[in-house]
């Protein structure tokens, strides 16, 4: 199934968004080099680095379930640069893309990626995100979420533990469309911050210092705040749901559609 879906992804129109030119440099106010990157360079339908992605070809144990089938033929570099998560549907079926980061980064970093969403419509989830998945503790960063269920507004938000209701978290329906945007997470002592399409000096739009968090449904002594905990790590994640329940229906969605990564850099 994988290998056909893959040579049916390849067959489809490409997409033709170009690429941000800048070359895979530290910034200037940053020394050295960076820690982990991708600028996603390679002949188009070409696969991604293994050595440092997984696609995922399994379904995530969530309820509900979201709909379309994750498949390594539908993560795949356009020939412009550009990572390409695509969601399609064959019959009835719905499949799509989910990427893995294999590195581990700590804190003291600063991510960024550059992205871009062809794929604002009903019955999608698209986002990116960082995570943790040892079983203690464990904990997520969702640095942008956009969901198509109609009901939720698209937001930034950290979880301190991954049962979903463990989070402090920021609406930005204003920030997330169709263009190219930068996201940009810094991660320190003094807890995360968060940019779109950062400029010098700018403020970020959300802060969450290292206050621990209260555990949904568990006593009120029980709060986590695992992101300064010595060893911990995170991994970088892209996805492109479809279906579930921050996605909705994808009945009414339009496919195929996209997302599409520039880069992604930490330092």
Not at 99 to 114: D, F
Not at 225 to 240: H, K, V
């Amino acid at each position: 199934m994988t290998v056909g879906l893959g040579a049916l992804t390849a067959a489809m129109r490409l997409p033709q968004a170009w690429a941000h030119p800048s070359p895979p440099a530290a910034p200037a106010n940053t020394p050295g080099s960076y820690i982990f990157h991708d600028e996603f360079d390679g002949p188009a339908g070409q696969g991604v680095d293994l050595a440092k992605w997984t696609p995922q070809t399994w379904q995530d144990d969530v309820y509900p379930p979201v709909d379309g089938i994750y498949s390594a033929g539908n993560v795949f570099l356009d020939g412009n640069s550009n990572l390409v998560l695509k969601a399609t549907k064959v019959g009835d079926q719905y499949y799509t893309g989910k990427l893995r980061g294999n590195w581990r980064g700590s804190i003291g970093t600063t991510w960024e990626a550059r992205i871009k969403l062809d794929c604002l419509y009903p019955g999608l989830w698209p986002s990116f995100w960082t995570v943790n998945e040892d079983p203690q503790p464990d904990g997520e960063v969702d640095l942008f979420e956009w969901y198509g269920n109609g009901q939720w507004a698209p937001g930034t938000t950290v979880h301190a533990a991954s049962n979903g209701k463990t989070w402090e978290g920021k609406s930005i329906p204003g920030m997330v469309d169709d263009a190219w945007h930068t996201w940009r997470m810094r991660w320190d002592e003094e807890g995360f911050k968060f940019w779109r399409d950062y400029v010098d000096g700018a403020k970020p739009y959300f802060a969450v210092p290292p206050k621990p968090i209260h555990v949904f449904g568990a006593p009120p002594e029980d709060k986590r705040w695992p992101f300064s905990n010595p060893g911990y790590w995170m991994s970088p994640m892209f996805t492109l749901a479809v279906g579930g329940v921050g996605a909705g229906d994808p009945a009414a969605g339009t496919f195929p559609c996209q997302m599409l990564v520039d880069y992604i850099r930490v330092w």
